[in-house]
């Protein structure tokens, strides 16, 4: 009875597909969520959109800037329905990693919680893409694409800046 192997040829296949698709999906559609940016009372957020922890030091972490006082803060970063990082440390930037594992290529989920000096509560939810390797979004995505070392000192989003990856894109 041949069944055994024909289960196991199915779910390699299912594999090989459910890879392709990844894979394609964050080609095709990484960055088209728009980076976030705020501003309230003062206060300014502004949220990357992709990051590429590959140890370049470009680029490497993936958080929220804020310019000005906040009372609470919470990030939380998921990939599909398992959390992988979270923080109420707005000084605190995710590395990619989930616990010992390598950054995994993919399109996150965070959900970000503010609390604003006058008790005004901001909750966000977008995601975001960690690319390992930048050429798989050039050169059509790279342009929608915004990575933290565009966000101004001053927390605006500067389009016109060196993302810092292009040399992948050559």
């Given at each position: ?83 992988v990082f979270e923080s109420d440390d707005p000084l605190e930037w995710w590395d990619g990693k989930d616990g010992d594992s390598d950054p995994r290529e993919d399109i ?21 893409c960690l690319i390992i390797e930048p050429a798989h979004i050039c050169p059509d995505e790279a342009f929608s694409c915004i990575f933290s070392n565009q966000i101004q ?18």
């Amino acid at each position: 009875m041949n069944l055994p192997t024909v289960k196991y040829n199915i779910i390699f296949w299912l594999c090989i597909l459910c890879t392709a698709c990844r894979q394609n999906r964050i080609e095709n559609s990484c960055c088209q969520d728009s980076a976030f940016q705020f501003t309230y009372q003062g206060v300014l957020l502004a949220v990357p959109n992709a990051f590429t922890p590959n140890g370049d030091q470009i680029n490497d972490r993936f958080g929220v800037k804020i310019i000005g006082a906040i009372t609470h803060f919470n990030l939380k970063i998921k990939r599909g329905l398992k959390k992988v990082f979270e923080s109420d440390d707005p000084l605190e930037w995710w590395d990619g990693k989930d616990g010992d594992s390598d950054p995994r290529e993919d399109i996150y989920k965070y959900d970000l919680e503010i609390e604003f000096e006058d008790g005004k509560e901001l909750r966000f939810d977008s995601h975001f893409c960690l690319i390992i390797e930048p050429a798989h979004i050039c050169p059509d995505e790279a342009f929608s694409c915004i990575f933290s070392n565009q966000i101004q000192a001053d927390g605006i989003i500067n389009t016109l800046l060196n993302t810092g990856e292009e040399a992948f894109c050559q």
